[in-house]
T-cell receptor, first 113, second 112 residues
Framework: GEDVEQSLFLSVREGDSSVINCTYTDSSSTYLYWYKQEPGAGLQLLTYIFSNMDMKQDQRLTVLLNKKDKHLSLRIADTQTGDSAIYFCAESFSTGTASKLTFGTGTRLQVTL | SAVISQKPSRDICQRGTSLTIQCQVDSQVTMMFWYRQQPGQSLTLIATANQGSEATYESGFVIDKFPISRPNLTFSTLTVSNMSPEDSSIYLC?????????FGPGTRLTVL
């Protein structure tokens, strides 16, 4: 089966950069995603990257993909207190009729003043 | 992006009862998905619901326990049947919109 691993917790100071890491085991994934979940809320899609890309930047977010090592990271520049949340990476597999997501364990990001 | 709503947002239920969760999307979508997020855990896919056909369940989930309806392209329901405290979770529906999956706000279920 597919396994997607993340570190459980990350603490950063406001204004610093945050880097959240994710490793996956199945190289046949087509897309990789980052979602944000704030307390008591659903999942918000932050960004995604196609599996044949190395990097994608979207405002304060930078996604890096190392396919050889099956490693995905999300960098948040100038981290703010509003970025405090749980971040999930997910990989997508096409079943022919639908794309199924397998989620990582989630990383809780705490932003301190 | 698709806008998804779920009802109820939360509920407290007695063991042995059933709860039906509704998911409404503001646009027509082919595939809808139901996920479970147990306390402090990640998301696990329960089933995929395609309009006009039976839902496809993932390993560990069965139709008798989690019956799903998909009557049209904008609506689906998930029923959690004969509930036990182990069913206490957040249940989320999601839709596929091109390359992306968007999620509803979730239904927080507590079973006593």
């Amino acid at each position: 089966g597919e396994d997607v691993e993340q570190s459980l917790f990350l603490s950063v100071r406001e204004g610093d950069s945050s880097v959240i890491n994710c490793t996956y085991t199945d190289s046949s994934s087509t897309y990789l995603y980052w979602y944000k979940q704030e307390p008591g809320a659903g999942l918000q899609l932050l960004t995604y990257i196609f599996s044949n890309m190395d990097m994608k930047q979207d405002q304060r977010l930078t996604v890096l993909l190392n396919k050889k090592d099956k490693h995905l990271s999300l960098r948040i520049a100038d981290t703010q207190t509003g970025d405090s949340a749980i971040y999930f990476c997910a990989e997508s597999f096409s079943t022919g009729t639908a794309s199924k997501l397998t989620f990582g364990t989630g990383t809780r990001l705490q932003v301190t003043l | 992006s698709a806008v998804i709503s779920q009802k109820p947002s939360r509920d407290i239920c007695q063991r042995g009862t059933s709860l039906t969760i509704q998911c409404q999307v503001d646009s027509q979508v082919t595939m809808m998905f139901w996920y479970r997020q147990q306390p402090g855990q990640s998301l696990t896919l329960i089933a995929t619901a395609n309009q006009g056909s039976e839902a496809t369940y993932e390993s560990g989930f069965v139709i008798d326990k989690f019956p799903i309806s998909r009557p049209n392209l904008t609506f689906s329901t998930l029923t959690v049947s004969n509930m036990s405290p182990e069913d206490s979770s957040i249940y989320l529906c999601s839709v596929e919109d091109g390359l992306r999956q968007f999620f509803g706000p979730g239904t927080r279920l507590t079973v006593l």
